[in-house]
């Protein structure tokens, strides 16, 4: 089993650009999640995903979009970079709700919007 | 919302020595506080969790305590060994919420 595998590792950006961070995890886990870790503020949830066709926003959705049209795949969308969006993006996925045992993070996805 | 605040931000012990890290959280209807480690340039992963069913628990070095009245749990590391060096995060959620609020992280060095 490869996890949770998320790409790129590192990317750069210009401000208005946009990309798409990849997430596929092999383990049948329904439920599916992004944050995205700033010095001194811990792990923020941007997007959450509870099944194949459902997406919900996080505490910091404003700037990212996401789908989820498999199982396995939940992809991080940067529509117009911007400075701010500069930080460590970690993929995580969880059998059940995220009250109900462990999440398994992806090993993160740095970005820099220049 | 759930609000959880984690104290210290950094720790700096001696190896051998224990550690504590504290959390609070705000959602009294809070019923599962997991914490995860995550070492340098890794990702993080979960080494302990806790439900509000339970006041305690261990597991080898570390133990986490649970106290639903004043709603803040704890993280405890004894006969530190520098491996324990890392940022480690608390965080919190209820039944029907379908996400985990963490803390902010405690970054612990251990000195060899």
């Known amino acids: 089993n490869a996890g949770v595998t998320q790409t790129p590792k590192f990317q750069v950006l210009k401000t208005g650009q946009s990309m798409t961070l990849q997430c596929a995890q092999d383990?049948?886990?329904?439920?599916m999640s992004w944050y995205r870790q700033d010095p001194g503020m811990g792990l923020r949830l941007i997007h959450y995903s509870v099944g194949a066709g459902i997406t919900d926003q996080g505490e910091v959705p404003n700037g990212y979009n996401v789908s989820r049209s498999t199982t396995e795949d939940f992809p991080l969308r940067l529509l117009s970079a911007a400075p701010s969006q500069t930080s460590v993006y970690f993929c995580a996925s969880s059998s059940g709700a995220p009250n109900t045992g462990e999440l398994f993070f992806g090993e993160g996805s740095r970005l820099t919007v220049l | 919302g759930e609000n959880v605040e984690q104290h210290p931000s950094t720790l700096s012990v001696q190896e051998g020595d224990s550690a504590v890290i504290k959390c609070t959280y705000s959602d009294s209807a809070s019923n599962y506080f997991p914490w995860y480690k995550q070492e340098l340039g890794k990702r993080p992963q979960l080494i302990i969790d806790i439900r509000s069913n339970v006041g305690e628990k261990k597991d080898q070095r570390i133990a986490v305590t649970l106290n639903k009245t004043a709603k803040h749990f704890s993280l405890h590391i004894t006969e530190t060994q520098p491996e324990d060096s890392a940022v480690y995060f608390c965080a919190a959620s209820r039944p029907g919420r379908r996400a985990l609020t963490f803390g902010s992280g405690t970054r612990l060095q251990v000195q060899p």
């Open positions: 383990m049948n886990h329904e439920y």
